[in-house]
Nanobody, 116 residues
Framework: QVHLVESGGGWAQPGGSLTLSCVASGFNFSRYSMNWFRQATGKEREFVSSIASPEYTFGDNTRYGDSVKGRFTISRDNAKNTVFLQMNSLKPEDTAKYYC?????WGQGTQVTVSS
């Protein structure tokens, strides 16, 4: 059974940083692309970033939504079944619940709030 558990959310000031983690279990983690999405109150869920399996060798294995490009960095540690989202230069509009995703499986989310 696929299980995704996010952590690392919290409060940050504008311009600050947070790092989210997602620990995966129940499947062969290194074989799958992993994604981050977010959903702000009253808005639709939005794609944030993805990272391909290390088996993917055709160019850049990461993708980012336009609103986070240049500020967020996704990475993975296949030995620890963990995917990370390093978030820098945070803005109030980054406030949302952040979800880890693989195919149709979702974690419970971790709340990020950016305010002064």
């Amino acid at each position: 059974q696929v299980h995704l558990v996010e952590s690392g959310g919290g409060w940050a000031q504008p311009g600050g940083s947070l790092t989210l983690s997602c620990v995966a279990s129940g499947f062969n983690f290194s074989r799958y692309s992993m994604n981050w999405f977010r959903q702000a109150t009253g808005k639709e869920r939005e794609f944030v970033s993805s990272i391909a399996s290390p088996e993917y060798t055709f160019g850049d294995n990461t993708r980012y939504g336009d609103s986070v490009k240049g500020r967020f960095t996704i990475s993975r540690d296949n030995a620890k079944n963990t995917v990370f989202l390093q978030m820098n230069s945070l803005k109030p509009e980054d406030t949302a619940k952040y979800y880890c995703n693989r195919d149709v499986c979702w974690g419970q989310g971790t709340q990020v709030t950016v305010s002064s």
